[in-house]
Nanobody
Framework: QAQLVESGGGLVQPGGSLRLSCTAS????????MGWYRQAPGKQRERVAI???????NYGDSVKGRFSISRDNAKNTVTLQMNSLKPEDTAIYYC?????????????WGQGTQVTVSA
């Protein structure tokens, strides 16, 4: 089993920046995709950004041009740089990994970290 720990959430003013990090530990065969999802109160969980093992990135439409995802495979870490933050970015952000060989892939989720964008 793998465990994910997020850090970097907090309160920021509109137009500001935050950097979220997530580190995976435990029993990890390999990490395929890594990414971030978010969920605001009363809303469905939304995909924010995904990065594949090859480095291919995909972003949700609402964050394109503002957020950037990266990964450090040696540290089993995925990072989300969030710039030009808007109040509508306020949500709990969850780290995600797709772990394991093809015959037994497993999804793991972090506990979530709160991001609040407000003046």
């Amino acid at each position: 089993q793998a465990q994910l720990v997020e850090s970097g959430g907090g309160l920021v003013q509109p137009g500001g920046s935050l950097r979220l990090s997530c580190t995976a530990s435990g029993s990890i065969f390999s990490i395929n995709a890594m990414g971030w999802y978010r969920q605001a109160p009363g809303k469905q969980r939304e995909r924010v950004a995904i990065i594949s093992s090859a480095g291919t990135t995909n972003y949700g439409d609402s964050v394109k041009g503002r957020f950037s995802i990266s990964r450090d495979n040696a540290k089993n870490t995925v990072t989300l740089q969030m710039n030009s933050l808007k109040p509508e970015d306020t949500a709990i952000y969850y780290c995600y990994i797709d772990e394991g060989p093809e015959y037994r892939r497993r999804d793991y989720w972090g506990q979530g970290t709160q991001v609040t964008v407000s003046a």
